[in-house]
Antibody
Framework: QVQLQESGPGLVNPSQTLSLTCTVS??????????WSWIRQPAGKGLEWIGR???????NYNSSLKGRAIISINPSKNQLSLDLNSVTAADTAVYYC????????????????WGQGTTVIVS | QTVVTQEPSLTVSPGGTVTLTCASS?????????ANWFQQKPGQTPRALMY???KKQSWTPARFSGSLLGGRAALTLSGAQPEDEAEYYC?????????FGGGTKLTVL
């Protein structure tokens, strides 16, 4: 059973960098058959895709973040990380990591596994 | 900026049928958008329901189905149950990027 667990500081000062980690268990993040994503949700609002990365190094980001987000993968620790710089109060949200298959492949199964989320407050 | 639009709210009677839709500001939604649907109840993590437009996750109840309808991705609930009351989000792929719809609050009443 694949499980994802986010961790990081619950409080970040404005203009600083928000750094989060997602630890994967039950699967190898280095298998190359998945994209590993970050998604966030401000309180009472909808979901926003932040970006994704594959162990091959391919990454994609939501352009609305204007280059502030960097996602990285550490296969030796089976972890996914997110750095979001120059944060403001608008970045306050629950941050989720999630696993997504590679769309178009026969084994694609969607964005099927989510972490429980971690709340980050910028203040 | 790409915008994905869902009905803000819908109401269905217990045992009734309702269809939620997901539209793209870029034009008609096709199978190439690999539509995903998620269910989120208050205080809970989103749960995947559908992917690739019409494929169910192994845990998705049979009363849910996905399709393309009038240029939109659609999620149909047939035989609504009280436990189906939740927020539903669609997700569309745009090449390397993905965008969520704003969500539909479904009330079973």
């Amino acid at each position: 059973q694949v499980q994802l667990q986010e961790s990081g500081p619950g409080l970040v000062n404005p203009s600083q960098t928000l750094s989060l980690t997602c630890t994967v268990s039950g699967a190898s993040i280095g298998s190359g058959t998945f994209y590993w994503s970050w998604i966030r949700q401000p309180a009472g609002k909808g979901l926003e895709w932040i970006g994704r990365m594959q162990t091959s190094g391919i990454s994609n980001y939501n352009s609305s973040l204007k280059g502030r987000a960097i996602i990285s993968i550490n296969p030796s620790k089976n972890q996914l990380s997110l750095d979001l710089n120059s944060v403001t109060a608008a970045d306050t949200a629950v941050y989720y990591c999630a696993r997504a298959g590679i769309a178009g492949r026969p084994d694609y199964s969607g964005v099927d596994v989510w972490g429980q989320g971690t709340t980050v407050i910028v203040s | 900026q790409t915008v994905v639009t869902q009905e803000p709210s819908l109401t269905v009677s217990p045992g009734g049928t309702v269809t939620l839709t997901c539209a793209s500001s870029t034009g008609a939604v096709t199978s190439g958008f690999h539509a995903n649907w998620f269910q989120q109840k208050p205080g809970q993590t989103p749960r995947a329901l559908m992917y690739s437009t019409d494929k169910k996750q192994s845990w998705t109840p049979a009363r849910f189905s996905g399709s393309l309808l009038g240029g939109r991705a659609a999620l149909t609930l047939s035989g609504a149950q009280p436990e189906d009351e939740a927020e539903y989000y669609c997700l569309l792929y745009y090449g390397g990027a993905m965008f969520f719809g704003g969500g539909t609050k479904l009330t079973v009443l």
